[in-house]
């Protein structure tokens, strides 16, 4: 069964730091681009970053380069977002999600609509 579980969502101030968790399934973690994705109300899903465990690549949208991080845990399946200096309009619900194409974690090719497993998402908060 897929399962994607995320946690650490929450509410801060700007300047403040969160950091996220996908906790996968194990064949999941494995062979998947992993990645993670957000959505502001009223506003399409937006790809933040991906993670290729297997090939030990990981990419970050220029809008968030320098302040966020992908990384990961092997012994416990889990993929983690590192959110520093955050901003108002980072306010979003994250989703973590993952697909069997590895080229899905090209740059360019992170498209929320061509992933095929998805968390249930979780809330993020930035107070200004």
């Known amino acids: 069964q897929v399962q994607l579980v995320e946690s650490g969502g929450g509410s801060v101030q700007a300047g403040g730091s969160l950091t996220l968790s996908c906790a996968a399934s194990?064949?999941?973690?494995?062979?998947?681009?992993m990645a993670w994705f957000r959505q502001a109300p009223g506003k399409e899903r937006e790809g933040i970053g991906t993670?290729?465990?297997?090939?030990?690549?990981?990419n970050l949208v220029d809008s968030v380069k320098g302040r966020f991080t992908i990384s990961h845990d092997n012994a416990n399946n889990t993929v983690y977002l590192q959110m520093n200096n955050l901003k108002p309009e980072d306010t979003a619900m994250y989703y973590c999600?993952?697909?069997?194409?590895?080229?899905?974690?090209?740059?360019?090719?992170?498209?929320?609509?061509?992933?095929?497993?998805w968390g249930q998402g979780t809330q993020v908060t930035v107070s200004s």
């Open positions: 194990r064949y999941i973690y494995a062979g998947n681009c």
């Open positions: 993670i290729y465990i297997a090939g030990g690549t990981s």
């Open positions: 999600a993952a697909d069997p194409n590895i080229y899905r974690c090209r740059p360019g090719d992170m498209v929320a609509a061509l992933f095929a497993y």
